[in-house]
């Protein structure tokens, strides 16, 4: 085969030759391995059947039931509704601001920026543990300012990054323009900058909200008896329950999840 | 200062102002509405769902004190309560050895037995710092799909026989439902148990250690994983091996050789409604209640007069009902308060080698 | 005048960063100081090694490090294994493609790590769906053990970690003509040749940023292990959940945690020495 000949081929079949279809479908049974395991709780929660058995011998929407007629799994919700909303005006407000600043250079800097990723880093049963040893002493176990202040400590970092990077996209000679047009520090801000960068804090404070709703370890140590969030009721379910409400809780939260990753994409394609 | 730092800092001042202007007020709110309510934590699962219906609910219609349920209950975070200060629960359905020890750690408020009627209840369970709920039973409990006729282990001693029955097994990750089961598997008879020869009950347990699949910490576990095929033998409190044969799983419960003890209500010092607490146990106490919770999970009641509330029917799956209670051992439960603590930290170091 | 705004913009920043600094002070540096500071102290409140000298002498502590290790280990090699050829592809996919793929990718991520464990408990199981599975095929005979031991909590780990490799590596190989490897085999190389010579190492970088995230990220893992591993697969955040919150024990705890912290601290300064923590986040939004 003359050298051409080889390449046009090569050309034609991909980098990788004829192997590209094995490597495709190994990818796609990758991928079906990162994608699929989580919906088997799916048709477990739809399941006739009182403890866990698969597959299930009838189907019913008993689980769901059980759940929306709970006190418990009902309150545990709704708190975790409004640990994660307060968390999410929160950590924006706070993140937003930090990433603004962290455009400039200043002294101490990389430090700043050490301590504001820091939550993200360091392992959450560190935080946890060191949160739940500062409450303890503050009676801020089972209360929800409590949660939400140590939840926004682990949104923060979230929210910097996010608008952080938006920032960076963000063309601050707008900023100037508007300055030099005779607009102050916050005309420009709110004029200019903000609707800009409206999207990405959108996506920081929808993301900020996520980190608070799902988050487990922390909620282990001080949500306390009269405070568990959804995650918290849950943990104890698998553990003390015998029966798949916990599967159904799961299905709403994965239908949940999904819904809001569609809109953030959604955004995105906007923004 | 420019006009946007000064703006800022006056709204960060207004909203920190508002914020705590408005928690003062509250406080006086927060503590009549925590009169009125209880916080109560047991052992969850099928248990506490059979208290709810028996004991909470109609306590919460008659007093209109608002249960608030926690679960499960833990000797190691009752204790971090107490001493830390930070006490949740306001009352809490605790295994008998934890009356004693939790006497002895200084973690409870004592009785107020002018509130309670307690002439017909068993003295055994009448202490200083605890009464007495509900007799249980730890018991041997297999799988009826692995064991379909009667062949299962029917003493500790061929439970601990991994040859004659192979097969995935459960135990508690605690040492009170083990050593006795380990002393007895060893050769020990029943009457002989307390005070017990703990090296020998370890040495006992080291021989199956490896056998074992699952640790269970909780008392649905246990059942759980009889159901889902998960295991075919366990340890398990009796009540909850027969609400999952009553929901059609495949177990059977063999009394010979099970461990009988009660539970017990006790009042956390620092617990925040203490006259509220009594309340409930003073109602749980009597007859028609003690009766009720045998109509969902077969726990035999501490109160005598209220077997004549029960059917006889269901009387028989009872873990006081004389043909039961007559093949198992009473615990020793002054032993085990004693003990529990240094029992408790053995165990954890034995149990991660 | 610039130098009015200079002073005026410093002041700026560090009103706009002060909220932010004093929150995670307050409720992190500082409490975690304290961790470290209780690891030192003994009764008495004289400084001590003795906490961390319990860590290393006794053979349990020393067991529950090492399964911490190897488990960390194994999930690290796994995840590269596996993540390799999927961000391969995604990176010479067309971009349609690719999008969908990383859709895949993210939905996993952003769903519960509750959730996601709780579906292997099911799946795991003695008669979960894998196992009823193979026997249905006819591969076993008898259900094989995949829960509460070392194969579930790796599966598990695996299954949560993977997304942090494909992502970095994507991101390094985005970057990667895929042309060179045509290039190398019109050079008269053949395809081993040209994947292990030329695009192997380029992808280089991404394989240190996937591993040491995913390997940092598995050593601090609770939830996973807690839930799907047995007896022997206890890992040191279990055993500081277990010290603090049943046996009281902080000193000890604190002395755990901050050997865990040195450890994580030490991997990430490499990253950043090497590959900058930046990279961390680049192209995964």
């Not at chain 2, 003295?123 to 006729?149: C, D, N």
């Not at chain 3, 697969?233 to 009281?248: A, G, K, P």
Request: charged content about 15%; proline content about 5%; some cysteine.
């Amino acid at each position: 085969m003359t050298d051409r000949a080889r390449a046009l081929r090569l050309e034609e079949a991909g980098p990788l030759g004829r192997r590209n279809v094995l490597l495709a479908a190994l990818g796609v049974a990758i991928l079906a391995f990162l994608a699929l395991p989580t919906f088997v709780v799916l048709p477990i929660s739809f399941s006739a059947a009182t403890y866990l058995t698969f597959p299930p011998p009838g189907w019913s929407t008993q689980w769901y039931t059980r759940y929306f007629e709970s006190r418990e799994w009902m309150g545990a919700t709704w708190r975790s509704f409004q640990v994660a909303l307060l968390t999410m005006c929160a950590a924006t407000v706070l993140g937003t601001a930090a990433a603004l600043a962290l455009r400039r250079q200043f002294r101490g800097k990389p430090l700043v920026n050490l301590a504001i990723i820091a939550p993200i880093v360091v392992p959450v049963i560190i935080t946890a543990i060191a949160i739940y040893g500062l409450y303890a002493r503050l009676r801020l176990i089972g209360t929800i300012p409590g949660l939400v202040m140590a939840h926004t400590v682990m949104a923060l970092p979230f929210v910097v990054v996010v608008v952080g990077a938006t920032l960076r996209a963000f063309d601050e000679t707008l900023e100037l323009a508007a300055q030099n047009l005779g607009a102050n520090r916050w005309q420009t801000f709110r004029l200019v900058t903000l609707p800009l960068i409206r999207p990405g804090i959108i996506s920081a404070a929808l993301l900020a909200f996520i980190t608070s709703f799902d988050e487990i370890v922390i909620a282990i140590f001080i949500s306390g008896a009269r405070a568990p969030t959804l995650p918290k009721q849950m943990w104890d379910g698998i553990r003390t329950e015998i029966d798949p409400t916990i599967a159904s809780v799961s299905s709403l939260l994965i239908m949940v999840t999904t819904v809001v990753l569609v809109a953030i994409a959604l955004l995105r394609r906007r923004g | 200062m420019s006009s946007v730092t000064r703006r800022y800092i006056l709204k960060m001042g207004i909203l920190t102002a508002a914020g705590g202007a408005l928690a003062r007020p509250l406080s006086p709110l927060i503590a009549r509405a925590q009169a009125r309510q209880l916080v109560v934590c047991s052992w969850g699962g099928a248990y506490q769902e059979a208290q709810r219906k028996s004991m909470f609910e109609p306590f919460e219609k008659e007093t209109g004190i608002k249960i608030v349920e926690a679960s499960p209950t833990d000797y190691g975070k009752l204790k971090a309560m107490v001493l830390s200060g930070n006490v949740e629960w306001d009352l809490v359905d605790v295994g008998d050895r934890m009356v004693t020890a939790g006497a002895k750690d200084g973690l409870l408020e004592p009785m107020d037995y002018q509130m309670v009627d307690t002439r017909d209840v068993f003295p055994q369970v009448v202490q200083k710092y605890g009464l007495g709920t509900i007799y249980y039973s730890t018991i041997l409990a297999y799988s009826t799909k692995k064991y379909p006729s009667g062949n299962h282990p029917k003493s500790w001693a061929e439970f601990w026989d991994v040859k004659r029955f192979p097969g995935p097994r459960t135990v508690r990750n605690n040492p009170i439902d083990n050593l006795e089961f380990a002393l007895m598997a060893d050769g020990v008879p029943m009457d002989k148990i307390y005070p017990l020869d703990v090296e020998r009950a370890f040495k006992s347990m080291d021989r199956v250690k490896k056998q074992i699949t699952v640790w269970w910490t909780t008392g649905a576990q246990p059942a759980q994983l009889l159901a889902d095929g998960e295991v075919d033998l366990a340890t398990a409190w009796n009540g909850r091996i027969a609400t999952i044969i009553q929901q059609g799983a495949k177990a059977g419960i063999e009394w010979n050789q099970g461990k009988l003890q009660w539970d017990s209500w006790v009042i956390p010092k620092g617990s925040r409604n203490k006259d509220g607490a009594m309340k409930f146990i003073a109602f749980t106490t009597q007859p028609e209640i003690q009766a009720a919770i045998t109509k969902y999970i077969p726990y035999g009641p501490v109160n005598k007069k209220a077997f004549d509330f029960i059917d006889p029917k269901v009387a028989k799956d009872l873990p006081t009902h004389p043909e039961n209670s007559k093949r198992q051992v009473m615990v020793d439960t002054i032993y085990w308060g004693e003990n529990l603590t240094a029992l408790t930290e053995k165990w954890n170091a034995w149990f991660v080698k | 005048m610039s130098r009015h705004r200079a002073a005026v913009g410093r002041w700026e920043v560090r009103v706009l960063l002060l909220p932010a600094v004093a929150w995670l002070t307050a409720l992190f540096l500082l409490p975690i100081g304290r961790l470290f500071y209780l690891s030192l102290v003994g009764p008495g409140s004289h400084l001590t090694m003795a906490h961390y000298a319990k860590l290393v002498t006794e053979p349990v502590y020393l067991k529950i490090l090492l399964n911490t290790f190897e488990i960390s280990l194994a999930v690290t090699v796994l995840a590269l294994l596996l993540g390799y050829p999927v961000a391969f592809l995604m990176a010479t996919a067309r971009a349609s493609v690719a999008a969908l793929m990383l859709a895949c990718i993210m939905l996993p991520l952003w769903t519960s790590l509750l959730v996601r464990t709780y579906a292997w408990m099911v799946l795991l199981g003695r008669r979960g769906i894998i196992n009823d599975l193979l026997i249905g095929l006819g591969v076993l005979d008898e259900p094989i053990r995949l829960l509460y031991n070392r194969t579930g909590v790796t599966i598990g780990m695996v299954h949560v970690l993977l997304p942090f490799m494909i992502l970095p590596l994507y991101s390094v190989m985005r970057g990667i003509d895929v042309e060179l490897l045509k290039a190398a085999q019109n050079l008269g190389a053949n395809l081993r040749q040209a994947f292990l010579r030329v695009y192997l190492p380029l992808s280089l970088p991404g394989i240190a940023a996937g591993c040491l995230l995913v390997f940092v990220m598995a050593i601090g893992f609770f939830v996973t292990p807690a839930l799907l591993g047995g007896r022997g697969d206890m890992m040191i955040s279990m055993l500081i959940e277990n010290q603090v919150r049943e046996l009281l024990n902080w000193e000890f705890a604190s002395a755990l945690a901050a050997t865990l912290l040195a450890v994580t601290a030490v991997i990430l300064v490499i990253y950043q020495r090497f590959l900058g923590l930046d990279r961390m986040w680049g192209g995964v939004r």
